[in-house]
C-alpha cells in the first residue's frame, strides 16, 4: 500500500524519476566528484522538504528518484538543485575538472513514477 504523505488539504504521494547530464562528455562523475555530488544532493534535498529516495551517479549521468510535495513545481525544484549543486561542486573541487559554474546540461528529463 502506497505512504501517502498529508498536508492541511491534500493528501499525496508524487514521486519523479529524473535524469540529468553533466554539461562536459568527459567522465567527469567518478571518484571524489561522484562521492561529493551524492552529498550534496542529498543535502539540497533535505534542505528543500524533497525525499530522495533513489540515486544512481552513473559516468555520464545522474538518476534521481524524487518525492516532491505538490505546492512545489517540479521544473523550480530541479533547477534549485542544478543550480545550487553546480556551485557547490564548483567550490569543492576548483577548476581541476569543470570550467565555471556551467557543471549541469541545459536540460534534464523527469517522468512520474507509479
Not at 6 to 12: M, Y
Not at 98 to 103: A, D, I, Q, Y
Amino acid at each position: 500500500m502506497h505512504e501517502w504523505e498529508s498536508s492541511s488539504h491534500v493528501r499525496w504521494d508524487c514521486k519523479y524519476h529524473i535524469v540529468v547530464v553533466p554539461k562536459s562528455h568527459k567522465r567527469v562523475l567518478y571518484g571524489q566528484v561522484k562521492k561529493l555530488a551524492g552529498e550534496i544532493l542529498r543535502d539540497l534535498c533535505r534542505q528543500r522538504g524533497m525525499e530522495l529516495l533513489e540515486g544512481h551517479l552513473m559516468q555520464y549521468h545522474v538518476h534521481m528518484c524524487l518525492r516532491v510535495p505538490p505546492k512545489f513545481s517540479i521544473a523550480f525544484e530541479i533547477g534549485f538543485l542544478k543550480g545550487k549543486s553546480a556551485v557547490r561542486i564548483h567550490r569543492s573541487i576548483g577548476n581541476r575538472r569543470v570550467t565555471g559554474l556551467h557543471f549541469w546540461s541545459r536540460g534534464y528529463c523527469v517522468s512520474t513514477v507509479v
